[in-house]
Every structure is written in structure tokens, then in C-alpha cells.
């Protein structure tokens, strides 16, 4: 893994995690050197909580610890950086400044890491399917991610009674899984990212892919 942090073996069935150290702050010296390494104390600290959580989280956070473990993923905490799976190094990065707890990014990560490794997610068919198949595939994966992490933040919430709901909670316990799907099928939400609805950005994917360009 890139960043230049620590790296711990983590007593939470062997999940190798790391914490991400900025370039600037590994080279401060004096007063600034000695807050910067008790804030990384403090964020390793919170890093093996984060781990923790998961076996708090339900069947899903127990789920996504073993497709970590099964899988060998490297965990890197950071704070700033952003969260995401880097599949060409095999690692998970989780951003603890993001709203709500890690441990559920963790888990909507951890199943789409589960997909790509089993060759079954949406994105090795994009040259099999067409467009309306290949933007229905993605978005089934990822409203099953997000299902997950919901249910996941549901069981948290017995444990952390002030932790606030997941972005979805209010949806999912209207409609469940399908009103999930409703809100992304239908253009509803747009990816925080891209700033695109669901079917604007995985329909220009495959526009891409194979087409060569990105208008349909």
C-alpha cells in the first residue's frame, strides 16, 4: 500500500489495516511533529474501533470481515483522502472525516470487493450486455451494496444510539430494497462524485466502452 503509514496486523481476524501519514506531515519536526504523531495515534486508535465494529454491525458487517480476511484486502484509514477500493493494489481506503460511521463503507465496499474478486459484478458484462441491461446490472449491485450498509448502520445504532441514519435508512425502512432501487432506476439520486444520476453515469460508461465516445 501506498501513503507511508504504520502497518498493523489487527487482532480482528487477521485484517491487515493501514494508517495513512500525509507526505507533509511525516516530515515536520518539533511541536508540529509531536502533535502530528499523537493525531496518528489517536486515528490508529480509532482505526481497530472502526474494525471492531464490524462484528457489532450484524450478519453484513461479519460478512464484510470475511470477504477482507478471505480476500486479503489492506485497510488504510486516512483523513482527507477520501474512501474507496484500489483493486490494482488490493486495498480499501476509509476516510474517517466522511459523515457517518466507517465501519459501513467498510461494508458497501466489501461487496462490490466480493463481486469483482468472483468475476460476477456488473462491470466485467460491459461488453456483453447492452446499454439498458449493463446500467440495470450496476445499479442492482450497487442498491445491494447499499441495502447492506443500511441494514449494517441499523444494528450500530443499538450500539451507538447517536450514531445519525445512513443516507438511505429513511427509504429503506419505507420500501425496503425495492424503493432503493425505485430512487436509483428512476434517476433520483445522483452519484456523489460525478454529480450524474445512476443510468447517466453507467450509461455513458458503456457508451465508452463501446462506442468510443461518451454521447449515446
Given at each position: 500500500?501506498q501513503?507511508?503509514?504504520?502497518v498493523?496486523?489487527?487482532?480482528f481476524r487477521?485484517?491487515?489495516y493501514?494508517?495513512?501519514?500525509?507526505?507533509?506531515?511525516?516530515?515536520?519536526?518539533?511541536?508540529?511533529?509531536?502533535?502530528a504523531?499523537?493525531?496518528?495515534?489517536?486515528?490508529?486508535?480509532?482505526?481497530?474501533?472502526?474494525?471492531?465494529?464490524?462484528?457489532?454491525?450484524?450478519?453484513d458487517?461479519?460478512?464484510?470481515?470475511?470477504?477482507?480476511?478471505?480476500?486479503?484486502?489492506?485497510?488504510?484509514?486516512?483523513?482527507?483522502v477520501g474512501?474507496?477500493?484500489?483493486?490494482?493494489?488490493?486495498g480499501?481506503?476509509?476516510?474517517?472525516e466522511?459523515?457517518?460511521?466507517?465501519?459501513?463503507?467498510?461494508?458497501?465496499?466489501?461487496?462490490?470487493?466480493?463481486?469483482?474478486?468472483?468475476?460476477?459484478?456488473?462491470?466485467?458484462?460491459?461488453?456483453?450486455?447492452?446499454r439498458?441491461?449493463?446500467?440495470?446490472?450496476?445499479?442492482?449491485?450497487?442498491?445491494?451494496?447499499?441495502?447492506?450498509?443500511?441494514?449494517?448502520?441499523?444494528?450500530l445504532?443499538?450500539?451507538?444510539?447517536?450514531?445519525?441514519?445512513?443516507?438511505?435508512?429513511?427509504?429503506?425502512?419505507?420500501?425496503?430494497?425495492e424503493?432503493?432501487?425505485?430512487?436509483?432506476?428512476?434517476?433520483?439520486?445522483?452519484?456523489?462524485?460525478?454529480?450524474?444520476?445512476?443510468?447517466?453515469?453507467?450509461?455513458?460508461?458503456?457508451?465508452?466502452?463501446?462506442?468510443?465516445?461518451?454521447?449515446?
Open positions: 500500500m501513503g507511508g503509514g504504520a498493523e496486523r489487527s487482532i487477521g485484517v491487515t493501514f494508517l495513512h501519514v500525509p507526505f507533509e506531515v511525516r516530515h515536520l519536526v518539533g511541536p508540529a511533529a509531536e502533535a504523531e499523537r493525531a496518528a495515534v489517536r486515528d490508529s486508535a480509532k482505526g481497530r474501533e472502526v474494525l471492531a465494529a464490524l462484528a457489532k454491525a450484524g450478519p458487517g461479519r460478512a464484510a470481515e470475511d470477504i477482507l480476511r478471505r480476500y486479503g484486502v489492506e485497510v488504510e484509514f486516512n483523513r482527507g474512501s474507496g477500493y484500489v483493486d490494482h493494489l488490493n480499501l481506503m476509509v476516510d474517517l466522511e459523515e457517518g460511521h466507517p465501519a459501513i463503507t467498510i461494508i458497501h465496499e466489501a461487496e462490490h470487493i466480493a463481486l469483482e474478486k468472483e468475476g460476477r459484478n456488473a462491470y466485467a458484462q460491459i461488453k456483453t450486455l447492452d439498458a441491461g449493463y446500467i440495470e446490472a450496476q445499479i442492482s449491485e450497487e442498491v445491494g451494496a447499499l441495502v447492506k450498509e443500511t441494514r449494517a448502520n441499523i444494528e445504532q443499538r450500539h451507538y444510539p447517536d450514531l445519525p441514519d445512513a443516507p438511505f435508512q429513511e427509504s429503506y425502512l419505507a420500501g425496503g430494497h424503493e432503493i432501487l425505485r430512487l436509483l432506476r428512476e434517476g433520483h439520486v445522483e452519484d456523489p462524485t460525478f454529480g450524474q444520476t445512476y443510468p447517466e453515469y453507467y450509461g455513458e460508461e458503456w457508451n465508452v466502452h463501446n462506442l468510443g465516445r461518451h454521447a449515446p
